[in-house]
């Protein structure tokens, strides 16, 4: 009996011997009154054991069967699924192995099993969040993980992630290269999907915006004194669409993409594992199929405004012209132009007036191609074929002197050494010359 029973017991035992009414009763015990007389028969007829439930002690019917938890342990003892949480474990149990389980019961036993451990929370200062924004597409967070994603069994990938700052709306794509055209394929991507957002905010990584270069013994100007830097190719490319690009000052500012990571980090890891992906082809098929589906139906939340703030792709927005390596070049008076080494002719018929020593628009596309804009107009282009550099002759052997082996010069040049290391007088001899039957002067 707890100690509850006994305090319950005393004040039906007053009520029994009429020291307090019914209602007194009822009120203290937090009962109704019709309860306090159901109990107060039981106890004169049963007596003090009135009060114990008659089903304590007995094992629940709704409890999981020995037979049961020992299926449920050989599926999660397996290594594929190491360092699976109860919530995430009872999600897998039910999809692949048709184990229907609450993830609080289920965390009950793999702590009893020592396959999880139990962690108080513990109490940390409140920190304030931003405010999500109203719609969605108003502003995109954008960063990018290099976790080791496929635990050693494949190559090193990196994840880039776009996340909706109003509803958590995830677009993501596994790379090779945290590179300008990696970050560009994905931003076509997301833009052929949902259209063009307010802003994206990512950053301030040398991909997004150029640094200024200072000598190490200079000190950097301020922002507002410096000349205008140009842009990157991502930020000429987002000029040309028409979208913003705002730079965090922290990790803490964009702190949306940043917990999206630690998301990421614990079970697409584990799914990659389940899945047996070792290749960036595999982990983007799985990321396409199952996490990015699992993650925009669980974790999308509805925005404060049910508008869209993305805008459609015009005639004016041409993606593969704007999410491609850009250079300027002068065209040579034959009409070629040089990219990284290589010459380019350029081919129109007629040739349009002024092209000669003017300025064009080369584009390295994300295909590979080359195309070359002069004014309005492309030029259909062609590539130059390298020049073949003849193999530079080999010098003809000297002829050896056929008395004393030597190179005909060398006898001259000993000569003229012999002269030059010939020994003078010694000071002691020069000094003991008789110097005044010389002559002051020649005559």
Request: aromatic content about 6%; proline content about 5%.
């Amino acid at each position: 009996m707890t100690q509850q029973d006994r305090d319950r017991l005393v004040v039906l035992r007053k009520t029994e011997k009429r020291l307090i009414t019914q209602g007194q009763a009822a009120q203290e015990l937090s009962i109704s009154v019709r309860q306090v007389r159901r109990q107060v028969r039981a106890l004169k007829t049963r007596g003090d054991k009135a009060l114990i439930h008659g089903l304590r002690g007995l094992p629940s019917k709704r409890r999981i069967s020995e037979e049961k938890q020992a299926q449920i342990l050989a599926v999660l003892s397996q290594e594929v699924y190491r360092g699976f949480g109860p919530t995430l474990a009872s999600e897998y149990l039910r999809d692949k192995h048709q184990v229907k389980i609450g993830r609080e019961a289920l965390r009950q036993i793999m702590i009893a099993a020592g396959l999880w451990r139990a962690r108080r929370e513990k109490v940390e200062a409140v920190h304030q969040w931003r405010p999500r924004r109203s719609c969605r597409g108003e502003m995109v967070q954008w960063d990018t993980s290099d976790h080791d994603w496929l635990e050693g069994r494949g190559e090193k990938l990196y994840l880039i992630h776009m996340i909706d700052d109003a509803t958590s709306e995830l677009t993501a794509r596994f790379a090779r290269h945290d590179s300008t055209e990696e970050n560009m394929r994905l931003v076509w991507q997301y833009l052929e999907r949902h259209g063009r957002p307010g802003s994206f905010y990512t950053d301030k990584a040398s991909l997004f915006r150029t640094a200024p270069k200072v000598r190490r013994d200079q000190k950097a100007l301020p922002r507002d004194e410096r000349e205008p830097l140009p842009p990157t190719q991502i930020g000429r490319a987002l000029q040309e669409l028409g979208i913003v690009w705002q730079g965090a000052h922290s990790p803490q500012a964009k702190g949306r993409v940043e917990r999206s990571f630690q998301t990421a980090q614990d079970r697409l890891v584990k799914g990659l594992r389940v899945a047996g992906a070792c290749t960036a082809d595999q982990a983007n098929r799985y990321l396409e199929e199952h996490f990015l589906p699992w993650w925009n139906q669980h974790l999308v939340v509805a925005a404060a405004n049910p508008a869209d703030a993305h805008r459609p792709l015009g005639a004016q927005h041409n993606l593969v012209a704007s999410l491609s390596r850009v250079e300027t070049r002068q065209v040579d008076n034959d009409y070629t132009v040089p990219l990284d080494g290589k010459k380019y002719r350029l081919v129109a018929k007629p040739m349009p007036a002024g092209l000669r020593g003017a300025t064009v628009r080369m584009e390295q596309r994300l295909d590979g191609s080359v195309a070359v804009r002069f004014r309005d107009r492309y030029l259909q282009v062609e590539a130059c074929a390298v020049p073949t550099k003849a193999a530079p002759l080999a010098p003809p052997p000297k002829a050896a002197s056929s008395r004393s082996g030597r190179v005909p010069g060398e006898a001259s040049r000993a000569a003229i050494r012999s002269l030059l290391n010939k020994r003078g007088l010694p000071v002691w001899k020069a000094a003991q010359i008789d110097r005044t039957r010389t002559p002051d002067r020649l005559d």
